[in-house]
């Protein structure tokens, strides 16, 4: 028993010096993984390289005629003729009509989107209801189901609904996803403390106003996020809109197929169509990204 | 203010046959400090939030003043509740944190800011009031946390664990001020806690609970000195009392080759049941006898605290049956000269024995 003492003292005196010698080290190898080398900022150029150049290829092409795109070699700088490409890509069809209805469209269903996705997240993730597991599996399951199979009948109900060729019948059948109920729902389990929504319940409030003033406000990084994806996928989406509209009311990407058609395709007035219903998002994001960026960190450190 | 009772509510978590909390019936008196203390599993914070309306109670009731509310939402409730990891909201200033619960009970803005106010200078919080929760210390966030509850002047403060995320210095010192406050304005406050000191310090009454149990409730005083069964003697009390178990034999118990005594009556009926008797002494109860006389213990640790000084020691000659006897904790005079490995003997101060039933764990006087 007695040199059971011994050795405890022991390791007691010894523990001071150590500890400096072990934060000594952690900050030297968390020092060498905070400052990248040159392999990684290589490896960085590249792949931005690699995503950038579709974009200026579109540029260039866009700025060229159809005989100067299929030269070899094949021009590398953008040229003039770019605004006579536009000029006939807005006479071919409707893009400044079209850039309107997908701004519409595309906000429309961001907006309703995250609003949605984020009422029914927080439901999922924090409200005790009877067969809460059975209905997520379903609005998970909706999402194995592909989207073709729902085009006949979605289809039916909008012509019977007298909406074809009007923009609610490309709004009304995305305004929720499955996708981001769950991904609001992930969120929020983890992001969103019990304790929060119990310090709310015992502050007196009712559970929408918990919604509007603890949740938003706590889900808001993950909301961004959501309408970032949404934003896009609503501005690319072709198949559906394609059959919903027609060429009179349509969408960008709608606008866009009916471009260059003709015997010998116009690569170049297609390219420059592409780029006109492109910048709208090109700058939204690059005046955004900075927020949204900003705003995942933020959450990132509030924890 | 308003009284608070606990009328054999019950909780039973779904999917689990035993109860969380089991029939608890406790009383508490207007403006009282009541602690409820216990292990990790016990049932206190589950008593506490089934009292605030976050846990559904399952048979019983809960009456605050002359209410029953045992089916009421939190907020109908006029309770406050300050959670052991704070809950402040993460987005609102200290202001808006306090103010919350004042604005959705729709007070007017220059009365919120008053109030507000007047609760920041009690707790001197006064120069933070525009800063977020992420850029308070832990001892400021606390203290956000308690201003949160009293702006609101509510019947009943609710407290669970509020002291367990500060560090050592910090916790005695908000302990004080907590109990100061709760004294200056007299509201009835129910105060969860695993810390069996905090719980002595702070509680007018402190009800001690084991597996959903309530064991005892009565004054810090009591509790010390008369404890209902053997767990609250092994559980107040720092260092714990020493329990140890043996043979009811003439004149006392048998603990290895010495004999605790213990008046006749009591003997018999703490032996009724198996024959076996569970005494408790207190570390300060112990003396050092001489050679010979009294429980023969080997000294394994000395613990010198300045105050005065603790040896761990166990049974020289422990035979094998003897429960707990694995330490026995004496407090002696600082600086006594005494050496790991020493033998010595110990007698009990007389009337310092506490004397169980080793069968119902039960107190018998």
């Known amino acids: 028993m007695a ?92 893009i400044g009509k079209a850039i309107i209805n997908s701004v519409l469209v595309s ?64 709004i009304l059948p995305t305004l929720v996803s499955a996708f981001g109920v769950f ?20 502050d007196g409030a009712s559970t929408f106003r918990i919604f509007w003033s603890i949740v938003v406000p706590v889900a808001r990084p993950a909301m961004a996020v959501l309408a970032m994806l949404t934003f896009l996928t609503a501005w690319n989406e072709f198949f559906w809109p394609l059959i ?3 060429t009179a009311n349509p969408t960008v990407q709608v606008a866009l197929a009916g471009l260059g058609s003709g015997y010998v395709p116009q690569r170049s007035v297609i390219m420059a169509g592409t780029l006109l219903g492109t910048l709208p998002v090109l700058i939204v994001f690059t005046i955004l990204g900075k927020q949204i960026v900003g705003g995942i960190m933020q959450g990132a450190v509030k924890g | 203010m308003a009284t608070v009772s606990f009328q054999q509510a019950s909780r039973i978590y779904p999917k689990s046959e035993r109860p969380a909390v089991d029939s608890l019936d406790l009383q508490i008196a207007d403006g009282e400090f009541l602690v409820l203390v216990g292990p990790s599993g016990c049932g206190k914070s589950t008593s506490l939030r089934m009292l605030a309306g976050l846990e559904e109670v399952d048979s019983g009731s809960i009456v605050i003043g002359d209410r029953d509310v045992t089916d009421s939402p939190p907020k109908e409730r006029d309770i406050a509740m300050v959670f052991q990891n704070y809950a402040l909201y993460p987005h609102m200033t200290v202001e808006e944190n306090m103010g919350f619960a004042l604005k959705l009970a729709g007070i007017s803005k220059d009365e919120r800011a008053t109030r507000v106010r007047e609760a920041a200078k009690i707790l001197d919080l006064s120069d933070y009031l525009s800063r977020r929760p992420k850029a308070l210390s832990g001892g400021q966030r606390q203290r956000v946390a308690m201003g949160r509850a009293i702006v609101r002047n509510p019947q009943v403060f609710l407290m669970d664990e509020p002291l367990s995320n ?36 702070m509680g007018d009454r402190v009800a001690v609970l084991k597996d959903g149990v309530l064991q005892q409730c009565d004054t810090p005083g009591v509790l010390y000195d008369r404890p209902a069964n053997v767990f609250v003697a092994g559980f107040i009390g720092s260092p714990a009392m020493n329990l140890v178990t043996g043979d009811a ?70 035979p094998d049956d003897v429960l707990h006897s694995a330490d026995l904790v004496v407090r002696t005079e600082p600086r006594t000269p005494v050496a790991s490995g020493q033998q010595l003997w110990l007698g009990t101060d007389h009337g310092a024995l506490h004397v169980f039933d080793a069968q119902t764990q039960q107190r018998v006087d």
Not at chain 1, 6 to 25: H, L, S
Not at chain 1, 183 to 202: D, K
């Open chain 2, 166 to 201: 500060l560090d050592a210095k910090l916790r005695v010192q908000t302990r004080t001020q907590i109990a100061a406050l709760q004294r200056r304005l007299g509201t009835t406050t129910v105060y969860v806690t695993h810390d069996q000191v905090e719980a002595m310090t």
């Open chain 1, 3 to 94: 040199t059971l003492a011994i050795p405890a003292t022991d390791t007691g005196r010894d523990t001071p010096p150590a500890a400096p010698a072990t934060r000594r080290r952690g900050h030297r190898g968390g020092s060498k993984a905070g400052k990248p080398g040159p392999v990684t900022y290589t490896l960085l150029t590249l792949v931005a390289l690699v995503s950038i150049f579709p974009l200026y290829w579109t540029l260039v092409a866009g700025s060229h005629t159809n005989a100067e795109i299929a030269a070899t070699p094949p021009p590398f700088l953008p040229n003039a003729s770019l605004f006579d490409n536009f000029r006939a890509a807005l006479d071919q069809a409707p």
């Open chain 1, 183 to 202: 991904f609001m729902r992930q969120y929020l389990i983890s992001a969103l403390p019990n304790e929060l929504l119990e310090a709310g319940r015992v």
């Open chain 1, 244 to 246: 919903a509209l027609t």
């Open chain 2, 249 to 318: 034999v003439d004149g006392g118990v048998q603990v290895g080759s010495a004999v605790l005594p213990v008046p006749r009556d009591q003997l018999t009926r703490a032996a009724a049941s198996n024959g076996k008797v569970t005494v408790g002494f207190r570390p300060e109860a112990v003396r050092l006898t001489g050679p010979g006389e009294g429980l023969p213990v080997r000294v394994n640790v000395v613990e010198q605290l300045g105050s005065d000084a603790f040896l761990y020691t166990s049974l020289a000659d422990a």
């Open chain 1, 107 to 170: 906000g429309s269903i961001t907006v309703g989107t995250v609003l949605f996705c984020t009422l029914a997240g927080f439901a999922f993730a924090k409200l005790q209801f009877r067969g809460k597991g059975l209905l997520l599996s379903l609005v998970i399951g909706t999402m194995m189901v592909p989207t073709q199979l729902a085009v006949i009948p979605l289809f039916m109900m909008i012509a019977e609904l007298q909406w074809v060729n009007q923009l609610q019948a490309v």
